[in-house]
């Protein structure tokens, strides 16, 4: 009897053991989190160029423009494009720049201005001469000399322009004349577009200045 109840006892001992799990089993370790595949770097957008720089290259090719004027009237911003570089020969003719031409009579240009300011001829002329300079930004002006006269050639309301190789030719211009005074900014604008330094130019300057409608260039 007692044996028996022995190995009962025994036996519930094991049921026990057995629904109890045994030992406790090692806590689960977190799953490992998967690699992070590094991102291609991002090619970094290019510099946005200075507002105030870009300001003030825009102001240096306003200020002083002689055709500013002309360009307001037409509505257009006064900003000095100027031309073409190769010349603009709108009346079709071989080196003939601008408008054909109205008159007949071609006078030398040096009488006419040694005869002073207050004589200039009131209508359009129609001059000859030889070109001095040429604005070598986009030949949108010229000076021509005729004995130790000169004037300044401007095109009519910025309408055409010359080569910019054409100094020392023969030229006839057709256009009106008159006495002007340029700003100093309009002079340091035109120092800069001769080629040569703006800051060496100071004060006002007067000139005569021919508006010309039309330019033929000798030997073009």
């Not at 009579?105 to 006419?112: A, D, K, N, V, Y």
Request: charged letters at 25%; hydrophobic letters at 35%.
């Amino acid at each position: 009897m007692h044996v028996r109840h022995a190995i009962l006892a025994s036996l519930l001992g094991c049921t026990v053991l057995a629904c109890q799990g045994g030992a406790a089993a090692p806590a689960a370790q977190p799953a490992a989190e998967p690699a992070k595949v590094a991102e291609p770097a991002k090619a970094e957008a290019p510099a946005k160029p200075d507002e105030k720089v870009a300001a003030a290259e825009k102001h240096e090719g306003e200020e002083g423009c002689i055709y500013a004027d002309a360009h307001k009237k037409e509505g257009d911003e006064a900003d000095c494009p100027h031309g073409g570089a190769e010349g603009t020969p709108n009346s079709g003719e071989p080196g003939h720049f601008g408008a054909a031409f109205a008159l007949k009579e071609t006078r030398p240009l040096g009488p006419i201005l040694a005869a002073g300011k207050d004589a200039l001829p009131k209508d359009a002329v129609q001059v000859s001469g030889t070109v001095d300079s040429v604005c070598q930004k986009k030949g949108c002006w010229m000076v021509v000399k005729d004995g130790d006269q000169q004037a300044r050639i401007l095109m009519k309301d910025h309408g055409f322009t010359v080569p910019m190789d054409t100094k020392g030719k023969p030229v006839v211009v057709e256009g009106t004349l008159e006495a002007r005074t340029f700003t100093e900014a309009q002079v340091k604008h035109l120092e800069k577009d001769a080629g040569k330094d703006p800051a060496s130019a100071s004060g006002e300057r007067t000139e005569y200045v021919l508006t010309a409608s039309g330019v033929k260039i000798q030997n073009s």
